[in-house]
């Protein structure tokens, strides 16, 4: 537990009579980037709001670096910065007043403001009210109003909505060079992997409010089986072929036969058997699902 | 108290550039500044009245002192409660404010106070701008010898009272614009009442003094009947302890409903 910046020991969350979190063990470690992938609707939001005690979770299910949540809330949410859905901004309010409010909420010297401005790039915006802001600038002015308190753990729910591609990758590398220079935590939400793939250390799968996959990016890889791709001019006859010496044949299409790849030494003698009756093959490949279709079928499954 | 009090800081940072605030400005000045200017303009009609000057200042108070008690104040009461819960219903800042390391309860009652505040300011504002006005016609109409009586006490009563009965009234409308983020919900309930609360103060009902809305129609109402000494009349009547044991009610009610409200 003492190197979790995050453990749910079995959360379950009900609205009414609507299961919306079942059984979950969230286990995020110190200094992570923690992916947190699901479908919409999968109880990802309810997830992070469970995590700042905006909804009521059943007493020692929550943890918060070691600490039991509704027990602890003003401490562990003095840890936590948080976006949470559409970024919560007071229309009226310039950018620089919006993070001056959070400054004198959480008091903190209100010098941090036009430093988080800059560090999100909207120091020109600065006096601009925020009602008139893009999308993309208020998920920023979002973002800097979550780590204006210079917070252990940022909980960032899908900070990417509404980013162009610079500022998508302006995000990714701040949310590494945090982790790595600043040692901070950070849990970010997604329903795309690709998003994340390249950021994220660690990854939770979650749909219908179960947690499907939960480990490192290498363990999601090794989920991941390889396929060994054949291309050969007569597809039907070399797949029957294959299934009567027992060769398991996954898919086909007109010109490739796909079947399991188990080794290159295995991959040669299937080919010189292929070659020896008569099959002409004009490639062998081997190909992984990439991670995004991984998650697909993850969270077809339930 | 330190978390009431950033609180606090935070509701003026952020509402100081609304209606809501400005209101509580704005509405004094402009009804104490066209009643002035009725008087100035009418000043020779009012003389031939040929009023001693305590009674004029009781006619010059009474002319803003009934508007506000029948109408403005508790049409102002609704608004302000409404527009003070509407800016985090708006910007759906709930979900932020409640995920700040700070107590429920303060986030909770540094709003409400800062309504307080803010109905206190606007009555104070009426009572300080009817004396500096009333002064002004002074020197504009010097006939009116209005320099000749003190209304001090008569606007402290009053305004003191008129804010007391306003509480009831701030609570529960505080209490609908928590739960409910639309402005037709509250802004009704709260017309109705109003209506409801003027003609029951005004038919005399025995029992109307357990209707919040009537409550600032009452007290104004009660204040003009002691005959015996016109000014000094008692601010801690029945309906002004109506209105605090509403209010006090309604305070603790809300934080309950607030400490368990789940912010979907």
């Known amino acids: 537990m003492r190197n979790l910046a995050i453990e749910t020991v079995g959360l379950n969350f009900n609205f009414g009579n609507q299961t919306i979190i079942k059984d979950l063990s969230l286990q995020v470690p110190k200094g992570s980037i923690y992916g947190f992938l699901g479908p919409n609707g999968a109880g990802k939001t309810t997830t ?33 910065g948080a976006l949470v859905e559409q970024p919560a901004i007071y229309g009226h309010l310039t950018g620089r007043e919006n993070l001056i409010n959070r400054c004198i909420l959480l008091g903190i010297n209100k010098q941090k403001a036009p430093e988080m401005l800059a560090l999100v790039g909207l120091s020109d915006s600065a006096n601009k009210r925020a009602a008139k802001y893009s999308l993309g600038m208020k998920q920023r002015l979002g973002i800097a109003l979550a780590l204006v308190s210079d917070p252990e753990l940022l909980l960032l729910d899908e900070p990417t909505n509404g980013l162009d591609p610079n500022g998508i990758i302006e995000i990714r590398n701040l949310m590494i060079e945090l982790t790595t220079n600043h040692n901070k935590t950070i849990l970010v939400s997604s329903h795309l992997l690709a998003e ?38 007569r597809v039907a006859e070399a797949m029957e072929f294959l299934k009567n010496q027992q060769i398991e044949v996954i898919s086909s299409n007109q010109k490739k036969i796909t079947t399991p790849y188990i080794s290159a030494e295995d991959s040669g003698k299937l080919n010189t058997l292929l070659v020896q009756n008569g099959f002409t093959i004009s490639s062998l490949s081997i190909q992984r699902k990439d991670l995004e279709n991984l998650f697909l079928d993850i969270t077809k499954q339930n | 108290m330190r978390s009431f009090y950033i609180s606090l800081v935070s509701e003026f940072y952020k509402s100081r550039k609304t209606l809501a605030f400005w209101a509580a400005i ?19 009609k009012i003389l031939a009245y040929h009023y001693p000057p305590m009674l004029l200042w009781a006619r010059y108070c009474s002319a803003s002192l009934d508007s506000m008690g029948m109408l403005i104040l508790p049409f102002y009461v609704i608004f302000m409660a409404f527009s003070v819960n509407n800016i985090e219903h708006k910007n759906d800042t709930w979900k932020t404010l409640f995920a700040q390391p700070l107590h429920k309860f303060s986030i909770y009652a540094a709003k409400y106070v800062y309504a307080v505040l803010l109905v206190a300011i606007c009555l104070f504002l009426f009572a300080g701008l009817t004396f500096t006005y009333g002064h002004i016609l002074q020197v504009l109409v010097p006939q009116y010898n209005l320099d000749q009586y003190n209304p001090s006490k008569l606007l402290i009563n009053s305004y003191s009272k008129l804010f007391l009965s306003s509480l009831g009234i701030l609570s529960i409308q505080f209490l609908f614009s928590v739960l409910w983020s639309d402005f037709l919900k509250p802004m009704g309930i709260g017309f109705v009442g109003t209506i409801m609360g003027i003609i029951t103060a ?3 009902w025995k029992y109307a003094y357990l209707i919040p809305y009537s409550l600032p129609a009452l007290a104004l109402r009660i204040s003009k009947v002691k005959k015996g000494d016109l000014f000094d009349f008692p601010i801690f009547t029945s309906e002004i302890w109506t209105s605090l044991i509403y209010a006090t009610i309604l305070f603790i009610l809300g934080y309950f409903i607030v400490s368990r409200k789940s912010i979907k």
């Open chain 2, 26 to 44: 704005l509405l004094p000045l402009i009804v104490c500044s066209l009643i002035s200017f009725g008087f100035f303009t009418n000043s020779e």
């Open chain 1, 196 to 233: 994340i793939e390249r950021t994220a250390t660690h990854i939770g799968i979650i749909n219908k409010g179960q947690l499907l996959f939960q480990g490192t990016i290498d363990e999601l890889q090794l989920l991941n089986k390889p396929l060994l791709e054949i291309e050969t001019n």
């Open chain 1, 48 to 80: 992070i709001k469970i995590l700042l005690n905006l909804l009521k979770s059943p007493n020692d299910q929550v943890f918060i670096f070691g600490q039991e949540l509704n027990q602890n809330r003003i401490a562990s949410l003095k840890k936590i």
């Open chain 2, 202 to 204: 005004s038919l005399q």
